[in-house]
């Protein structure tokens, strides 16, 4: 079975600082990994995936992520945070897997930036 | 705009009835998915159909079911509806032709309130 932990429910920034979102998985196998971002009263939007290759991913947005496969870590990150990243961040994974795509989620994690 | 489109946006019902969401996936995508979000159970995959077969399953209640049709457009029934299922039920769209390292694609959500 496959599952993703966002230890934190709310996490708070200063406009400016730079921002990490921690997640943390485990699957059997080699996991695919993504960051999901959702504005109030919205859809989920895609942010950014590792699928193999280069530990860090670069996302929409400016925001990154460094996949760690000894700490089975995927925590998403931002240089300089702003207002307008406030939102919920879900943490996703899911194995290769012919016809199935399904994404188990993370409890969501709230970013609140503050001016 | 992600390409997926789900109707209705809101739904206001009373416990005991019945109520059908709509899916139509991106062009072109093979699989649908349905999620439910609620306040205290996070994102919560219910089922899966891929080219109008069930492929998932989820924790998804007896009460509710699926189809896929024909044309790939998806529909989630919610019988004797309760309080407690009121969320917002989310459906996604993928590919689902071969072992992709894509992402799924949400669309905006169909509010639903049980009163």
């Known amino acids: 079975a496959q599952s993703v932990a966002q230890p934190e429910d709310q996490v708070n920034v200063a406009e400016g600082n730079p921002l990490t979102v921690k997640c943390t998985y485990s699957?059997?196998?080699?996991?695919?990994l993504f960051w999901y971002v959702q504005y109030p009263n919205r859809g989920l939007q895609f942010l950014l995936k590792y699928i193999t290759g280069d530990n860090l991913v670069k996302g929409s947005y400016g925001f990154e992520a460094e996949f760690n496969k000894s700490q089975t870590s995927f925590h998403l990150k931002k240089p300089s945070a702003l207002v307008s990243d406030s939102a919920l961040y879900f943490c996703?994974?899911?194995?290769?897997?012919?016809?199935?795509?399904?994404?188990?989620f993370g409890t969501g994690t709230r970013l609140t930036i503050i001016p | 705009d992600s390409g997926v489109t789900q109707t209705p946006k809101h739904l206001i019902t009373a416990t005991g009835q019945r109520v059908t969401l709509r899916c139509s996936p991106r062009?072109?995508?093979?699989?649908v998915y349905w999620y439910q979000q609620s306040l205290d159970q996070g994102l919560q995959f219910l089922i899966q159909y891929y080219n109008g077969e069930e492929r998932a399953k989820g924790n998804i209640l007896e009460r509710f079911s699926a189809q896929q049709f024909p044309d790939l457009h998806s529909e989630l029934n919610l019988s004797s509806l309760e309080l407690g299922d009121s969320a917002l039920y989310f459906c996604?769209?993928?590919?689902?032709?071969?072992?992709?390292?894509?992402?799924?694609?949400f669309g905006e959500g169909s509010r639903l309130t049980v009163l």
């Open positions: 699957v059997s196998g080699n996991p695919y």
């Open positions: 996703a994974v899911r194995v290769p897997n012919f016809g199935n795509e399904k994404l188990t």
């Open positions: 996604a769209s993928s590919p689902g032709r071969v072992i992709s390292t894509g992402e799924l694609f």
């Open positions: 062009s072109g995508d093979l699989s």
